[in-house]
Structure formats: C-alpha cells, structure tokens
Nanobody, 122 residues
C-alpha cells in the first residue's frame, strides 16, 4: 500500500509563499501521475495541480495558474507544490494523491493522507 504524507503548510500573510511536500512510501510513484487537491473549510475537495510521471507535463486549476508550480523528484519519491502570491481564498487543507489520465480527477491510492493546513491571512 502507498502511504502519502503531506507537509509544509502553515500560516502566511497574503502575498507570501509556501512549499508543500508529498512524500510517498510503500511503492515507487515514479511512473504515476500525481496531483494536489485542496479542501477549504465546509467545502468539497477540489483539484489544484497535477504532473505526469516523468514530470514533463503539468496542469493547473485556473484559480492557481501562474501562482503555483507543481514538480516532482522521483529519486526521492516526492511531489512538491510551490505556492506564491498566496491569497486568503487559498486557505484549505491540501492533499496529494494519484490522478487519472485526464490529470484532473483523483484516482486515490488506498486512502488520502492527513493533509497539510494552509492558512492565508489578509
């Protein structure tokens, strides 16, 4: 079973930056398309960004395009999300997981991780 551990969240002022990490264990994810999702308080979990197994292609939700960058280090079995120019509406719990070939739908491994909280103050 794959276990995913998200980290790097925190409290930041609007305009600030954070870098999230998603470390996988249990199997290699080097050939697996991966994505980041977020769930604001009281709302559904939504797609944020995704990356193909090789890292050659990425895809972003319109709300984060130009501000967030997804990347991966397959040697470390880790996926990252660099978040710049953060806005209060980016406040959410952020999760990573596998995505389907459409690069926007979650194709969950056995479960979601615990996520990492990002809070952006105005």
């Amino acid at each position: 079973q794959v276990q995913l551990v998200e980290s790097g969240g925190g409290l930041v002022q609007a305009g600030g930056s954070l870098r999230l990490s998603c470390a996988a264990s249990g199997r290699t994810i080097s050939s697996v398309p991966m994505g980041w999702f977020r769930q604001p308080p009281g709302k559904e979990r939504d797609f944020v960004a995704s990356i193909t197994g090789s890292g050659g292609n990425t895809y972003y939700a319109d709300s984060v395009k130009g501000r967030f960058t997804i990347s991966r280090d397959n040697a470390k079995n880790t996926v990252y999300l660099q978040m710049n120019s953060l806005k209060p509406e980016d406040t959410a719990v952020y999760y990573c997981n596998r995505v389907r070939p459409d690069l926007t739908s979650a194709y969950v491994f056995s479960s979601w991780g615990q996520g990492t909280q990002v809070t952006v103050s105005s």
